[in-house]
């Protein structure tokens, strides 16, 4: 079996969710790692050493911008020259954009945001959420023609980086042909906190904040923490936070190993976005809020104490 | 313009999810279907895409069984000008429904714009819109929060997350997948709804879209609902006590800070 992994870059370094997927239990397959970009020469080394054999570069400044289409353009040049069977890319803000491109431009089977994969001889078995995380259910790929899976963010841990390991390298070459689309500027968020969607923590604060000023006790405890704010949409529509932030349904699907849900009741909607964190933490006043019913660490009492307590007591742990 | 919005019809948000006896696929039965969220979005983009031009026809376009027509009925009462079903199978894959969307679209006039919705809740997939843009040749830009229409070109605003926003400039015809933020979907009146009672929902059947079952790569099995959940443990004492064993636990038990 042979694997390709489409490595994400930024800023010159792989993206933590690219290292994951070296994480996935790939059997005995063959493991491949493409990157496209302006010059990306030296993420050969890195991908070696978490376990690429080859590591494929696609180097043009037509990439340098990066829009889904230029990228779908060159990996789906690429991909029939090597034949693999199976791809994997991040279920990241990129790799959902990209992942069904490939599938379609290559006529393969997709399988996106799956939360389990493994290879085994030749043998892919892949499981996605559904329903916003109510269920789960297994893909079966009726054929054993190409498969594009998208892994969520998260699902794994990356392997070490071994020294001893190294690919061998070769440059492919692709064309261009007239782009439709272009990327004409970026404007940054601004946002000195960990992201939501890459946080390892996240503190998530609801309605009962009552203000945005307020909000600060929940970032003075995240900031303590090193964690991300995060706010349901209750607290997005009264204008506490920006949208960026709102996790649920309609806002972030998060899965950090922590989800820390301060004065949220715990809305089946607010739920879907966060249900698969691997703890969960809930500060209500309410003992029947729903939220409890999920979490697997409670403290009933009003959060107007409790978050700066525990901001306290994290800064003395830290200090201690 | 000729303007096409397509739809996902789901449950609703709130439904309790129970599997169906063989495991491969949900229970139906007491589910409530709404039209997916974004989708909604894609829909009232395209009214008032219709509204800024003067001879534009908004179409709407769902793949699905027959329950799907109520969905249809829902967007022709927000405004739409036609509606039309395309008889496919409700767990028809992302790659089926992508190419039965863009087989109708080719027979029903050349698209001057396409919105989706930037996923599904059903699925989460968040795959049809790019896959119809590789089958319609067109261009295709997802999560996209804000419009700029140009003559001939858009200028569309992706949310990339954190935050940040990519300001992408394609030309037209293309794809647009809608996330939140991009408008607020008005409220059919009730009125609208009665109305949209009477009117026609176009048919087309997959033998027509030339997607059948060989077009199937993937299908969805052995559905499982999470494992029952550990109580949860409730941490008690002073607020000074519960939040001190509370940073023990983040830092002892499960070692992440
Ligand atoms: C289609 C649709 C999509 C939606 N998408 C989302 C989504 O993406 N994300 C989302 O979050 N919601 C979403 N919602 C909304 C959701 O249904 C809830 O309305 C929302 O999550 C409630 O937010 P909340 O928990 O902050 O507020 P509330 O439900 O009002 O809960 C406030 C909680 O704070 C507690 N509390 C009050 N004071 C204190 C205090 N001093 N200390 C501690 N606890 C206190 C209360 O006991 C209560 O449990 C969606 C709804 C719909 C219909």
Redesign the interface.
Known sequence: MKILIIAEHKNGLLSEATQELFGLPLGQAEVHAVVAGESVEPLAGPLGQLGAAKVHLIESPALASGTGESLGQALGQFIPQLAPDVVLAAHSAQGKDLAPRLAAALDAALATDCIQVSCDGDQVTARRPVYAGKATAEVEFTDDGLKVISVRPRTVKPPESDAARSASDASVAVEFPAQKTALKKIIAGGNERPDVTEASIIVTGGRSLGSAENFSVIENFADSIGAAVGSSRAAVDAGYRPYRDQVGQTGKVVSPQVYIACGVSGAIQHLAGMRTSKHIVAINTDPDAPIFQLADYGIVGDLFEVVPLLAEAAKNRSGS | MNIFACIKQV?D?????K?RGDGNG?DEADIQWIIS??DELAIEEALRLREQRPDSTVTVLSAGPERVTDSLRMALAMGADSAVRLDLPGDA???MN?RALAVAIGKLGQPDIVFTGKEA???????????L???LG??????VNGIDYGDGVI?C?R?????????????LP?VVAAQ??LNEPRYATALNIIRAKKKPIDTLFADELGVTETN???????????PP??P????EGT??D???E??????ED?Q??
Not at chain 2, 13 to 17: E, H, L, V, Y
Not at chain 2, 121 to 131: E, K, L, P, T, W
Not at chain 2, 232 to 235: D, G, L, R, V
Not at chain 2, 246 to 251: Q, Y
Request: hydrophobic letters at 45%.
């Open positions: 449950p948000t709130t439904t309790r999810i599997l949900i969220p974004h894959d992302s790659g992508a809740i059903d699925d989460g997939a968040a795959a049809v819109g790019q896959a843009a590789v089958s067109m261009p295709c830009v997802t999560v200028t605003r949310d990339v997350g954190g935050g940040n926003i990519e300001v992408i400039e394609t030309s293309a939140v933020g199937r790569k993937t299908r969805l099995k052995n559905f499982e609902l999470p959940k550990q949860c443990q409730i941490i607020p000074a519960q939040a001190k509370l940073i023990r636990v983040l830092a499960i992440a800070i």
